[in-house]
């Protein structure tokens, strides 16, 4: 089978393992739905690797998005040229907003902006830092978690770009309340969304004329995104694709690129195992049936589910042994790969590198 890995004793488990290859062709999937590559803004919040993000900048993708200042960092050690923060720098997040910015020139960094007082803090602490902060003002279409309604956005544009220190230079909507099944579902949600940021685009050329860009969308809602011209697109879970997006987006066709290894290290009944794949080592949030999804062992019913075991239910009959290697992809892949250190990259079915998962620090440096 493609996952198999043929030195798989030196691997101790519970492992992430990623399969360059496959994500070389998730990146090549990507530019298919999206062949202009300055439409491409990636969410780094999935892979948190310097490699992995190596390999999409050898695809000539230079726009990244992140969501932390560790992630941002990762980037700007790597050069990669234009870095979105998509989180808004608050108090101390601020001050190392403005660090990351004196200490990597080479690289364009731009952060989010909801609110006037946000607004009136970021542009204070730039301009006595004598550095300029560009800014995407972060709208609300419907995802109400963070963001400013686009209906009520042109005071808040008009009120940045009269500021000191910040400029602003896009909006940005996040619409990923959009994840139904259904892709007609999806669309006519997406495009409704999608119009009021376009209003608001022609609203502030009018008033200012300037051409805001607009950065829009993640996985869920690349299949619509990536058909117009003037939106950049930020898919993340496509560079490794997870079980729970494989079920949900038929129309998606990425392959998994990240798996997590795992050993059977006790079997107290004949219809009962027990692996070393514990809340550590897999994104536990969803409910105990969605968490990981076997390639070689089906018909595994999980009953329990603690820090370091995971207990499963084996059909009658199996052949499990302990010992045994189980190759399982997560549901939720973004918070699976938070957990591990470092993946073991698996180049021709052999194991040969480990890749630091470095941005799921909380700091690298700043």
């Not at 726009?63 to 608050?90: C, R, S, W």
């Not at 419907?142 to 956005?153: D, H, I, Q, S």
């Not at 690349?222 to 117009?228: C, E, G, Q, T």
């Amino acid at each position: 089978m493609w996952y198999t890995v043929s030195n798989i004793d030196q691997i101790d488990s519970p492992a992430l393992v990623i399969y360059p290859d496959r994500v070389k062709e998730n990146i090549r999937i990507l530019k298919n739905f999206v062949p202009d590559v300055n439409r491409l803004r990636p969410h780094v919040k999935t892979n948190k690797c310097p490699e992995v993000c190596g390999l999409l900048m050898d695809e000539g993708i230079k726009k990244f998005k992140a969501a932390t200042i560790a992630e941002a960092e990762m980037l700007a050690l790597i050069n990669a040229p234009d870095v979105l923060l998509a989180y808004q720098p608050l108090g101390p997040k601020g001050v190392r907003f403005i660090q990351l910015i004196k200490k990597y020139p080479s690289t364009r960094f731009s952060c989010l902006i909801d609110n006037e007082a946000t607004a009136r803090e970021l542009s204070a602490l730039a301009e006595r830092e004598s550095v300029t902060v560009n800014i995407f003002l972060d709208l609300n279409v419907g995802m109400n978690r963070t963001g400013f309604l686009p209906e009520k956005a042109l005071a808040l544009y008009l009120l940045c770009a009269s500021l000191k220190g910040i400029t602003p230079i896009g909006l940005h909507a996040y619409d990923g309340h959009h994840n139904m099944d259904d892709l007609n579902i999806r669309t006519k949600g997406c495009d409704e969304g999608f119009s009021r940021v376009e209003l608001l685009q022609k609203e502030i050329e009018q008033q200012s004329r300037k051409t805001l860009a607009i950065v829009t969308g993640g996985n869920t809602t690349l299949s619509i995104h990536a058909k117009r011209k003037n939106a950049e697109c930020s898919p993340g879970t496509f560079i490794f694709w997870d079980y729970g997006y494989h079920k949900k987006f038929a129309e998606q066709p990425f392959v998994f690129g990240a798996l997590l290894v795992t050993r059977i290290i006790s079997k107290p009944d004949d219809e009962t195992i027990c692996v070393d794949l514990g809340h550590k080592s897999v994104a536990s949030e969803n409910p105990l049936n969605n968490r990981i999804h076997f390639l070689n062992a089906l018909g595994l019913e999980p009953l329990s589910h603690s820090e370091e075991h995971l207990i499963l239910k084996a059909p009658k009959g199996n052949t499990l042994n302990i010992g045994d290697v189980l190759y399982g992809v997560p549901y939720h892949i973004c918070p699976t790969v938070a957990l591990h250190e470092f993946a073991w990259a698996i180049i021709d079915g052999h194991a040969k590198a480990q890749w630091p998962i470095s941005a799921r620090k909380r700091k690298i440096n700043i």
